[in-house]
């Protein structure tokens, strides 16, 4: 793996970007642009090199291209968010159907760019995603009566705290974040056990009977409502 360091800087506390692509003359192509533009660059060119390099150097953005020498990249960027690493990833990929960049945005990808592209649109998705993950994030998240803190990973209702376990807490923030929405078993086995194939289980009704019971107290309405057949909806038009 090559490290390529510019004396400029550049906007995200001169931090490289990493790109991951087995293609030499397209990684040439895209590494030359981006130094161009006053950028430190990482290559790795598996995703094995990809993985190590993500953990060591910290990269203030990843560029990966989905299929490298045969197999699908989207396992080594599940790694990552798995381990808490939140740079942002920029898929590059000839995979262009609709399905695909679902896949990819769903496996941790914030961006998706289909081969053949120009340069010029790279480097403004670079930019844009950049721009975006230097604004400060929010940390209080709030529906309705519900308002949850991503960094205390505490929740309330009303003025009530809510003593929520790990798996809670994040099934609540899921709720939260599609207020309004029916969400299906499969969507939360997907996204938050991250099950590819569904099994039999009533694992989803049994955690959302717990945040229920932890949520409503003392005559409050369900805010989560069953949809028959279907699965649930976090509704605070109920509290009303």
Same mark, same amino acid.
Request: charged fraction near 30%; include cysteine; proline fraction near 4%.
């Given at each position: 793996?090559?490290?390529?360091m510019?004396?400029?800087?550049? *906007?995200?506390?001169?931090?490289?970007?990493l790109? /991951?692509?087995?293609?030499?003359?397209?990684?040439?192509?895209?590494?030359?642009?981006?130094?161009?533009? =006053?950028y430190?660059?990482?290559?790795?060119?598996?995703?094995?090199?990809?993985?190590?390099a &993500?953990? #060591?150097?910290?990269?203030?953005?990843?560029?990966? $291209? %989905?299929?490298l +020498?045969?197999?699908?990249?989207?396992s080594?960027?599940?790694?990552?968010r798995?381990?808490?690493?939140? +740079?942002? #990833?920029?898929?590059?990929?000839?995979l262009?159907?609709?399905?695909?960049?679902?896949?990819?945005?769903?496996a941790?990808? *914030?961006?998706?760019?289909?081969?053949?592209? &120009? !340069?010029?649109?790279? &480097?403004?998705?670079?930019?844009?995603?950049?721009? %975006?993950?230097?604004? &400060?994030?929010?940390?209080?998240?709030?529906?309705?009566?519900?308002?949850?803190?991503?960094?205390?990973?505490?929740?309330?209702?009303?003025?009530?705290?809510? $003593?929520?376990?790990?798996?809670?807490?994040?099934?609540?923030?899921y709720? !939260?974040?599609?207020?309004g929405?029916?969400?299906?078993r499969?969507?939360?086995?997907?996204?938050?056990?991250?099950?590819?194939?569904l099994p039999?289980?009533?694992?989803?009704?049994?955690?959302?009977?717990?945040? %229920?019971?932890?949520?409503? /107290?003392?005559?409050?309405?369900?805010?989560?409502?069953?949809?028959? =057949?279907?699965g649930? !909806?976090?509704?605070v $038009?109920?509290e009303?």
């Open positions: 793996m090559e490290r390529f510019l004396d400029i800087p550049n *906007d995200n506390n001169n931090k490289p970007l790109l /991951v692509e087995d293609e030499a003359d397209m990684a040439r192509e895209i590494e030359n642009e981006l130094r161009s533009l =006053g430190c660059v990482e290559i790795a060119t598996t995703e094995e090199e990809g993985l190590h &993500a953990r #060591v150097c910290s990269p203030a953005l990843l560029i990966v $291209d %989905r299929m +020498s045969g197999s699908d990249s989207l080594m960027v599940e790694a990552l798995e381990e808490g690493i939140r +740079s942002p #990833v920029l898929f590059v990929s000839g262009a159907a609709v399905d695909e960049r679902i896949r990819g945005l769903k941790g990808g *914030d961006d998706y760019l289909t081969k053949p592209f &120009a !340069m010029g649109e790279l &480097a403004a998705r670079v930019e844009a995603l950049l721009r %975006r993950s230097n604004e &400060a994030p929010a940390t209080l998240l709030r529906v309705g009566p519900l308002e949850i803190d991503l960094i205390a990973r505490s929740a309330r209702r009303g003025d009530r705290t809510l $003593d929520l376990l790990p798996t809670e807490f994040k099934l609540l923030e709720f !939260m974040r599609y207020s929405q029916t969400i299906t499969k969507m939360v086995l997907e996204d938050l056990w991250h099950y590819r194939s039999q289980t009533n694992l989803v009704d049994v955690h959302v009977g717990n945040l %229920r019971r932890k949520m409503d /107290v003392g005559g409050q309405p369900s805010l989560i409502r069953s949809v028959r =057949g279907v649930f !909806m976090l509704d $038009d109920l009303n």
